[in-house]
């Protein structure tokens, strides 16, 4: 699944566009390489996320096209950081 794609489904970020424009800017990294919207993503993958605030790194659980809010979490385990709002 694309990086951005996985970050909406799994509402790690609320939007697509969103993700896509986070990713271009450079501030994705996954398993510690900068990442583009468009780089496959894996269970056991590490995504790190760096914003103003702070970072979050987050654990691939999990590859799924269509969730329920409620099941967006056990696509992910937060490692270290909190979500972003």
Same mark, same amino acid.
Do not use: W
């Given at each position: 699944?694309?990086? /951005?794609?996985?970050?909406?489904?799994?509402? @790690?970020?609320?939007?697509? !566009?969103?993700?896509?424009?986070?990713?271009? !800017?450079? *501030?994705?990294?996954?398993?510690?390489?900068?990442? #583009?919207?468009? !780089? /496959?993503?894996?269970?056991? /993958?590490?995504?790190?996320?760096?914003?103003?605030?702070?970072?979050? #790194?987050?654990?691939?659980?999990? @590859?799924?096209?269509?969730?329920?809010?409620?099941?967006?979490?056990?696509?992910? !385990?937060? @490692?270290?950081? *909190?979500?972003?709002?």
């Amino acid at each position: 699944m694309r990086l /951005d794609k996985f970050l909406k489904v799994s509402r @790690i970020i609320k939007r697509r !566009t969103v993700a896509k424009e986070v990713c271009d !800017t450079g *501030k994705v990294l996954v398993n510690g390489k900068v990442a #583009k919207p468009g !780089t /496959d993503v894996k269970v056991g /993958d590490i995504i790190e996320i760096q914003y103003a605030s702070g970072a979050v #790194k987050a654990k691939v659980n999990e @590859i799924l096209e269509h969730v329920t809010k409620s099941d967006a979490e056990k696509m992910y !385990t937060i @490692i270290t950081g *909190k979500e972003i709002e």
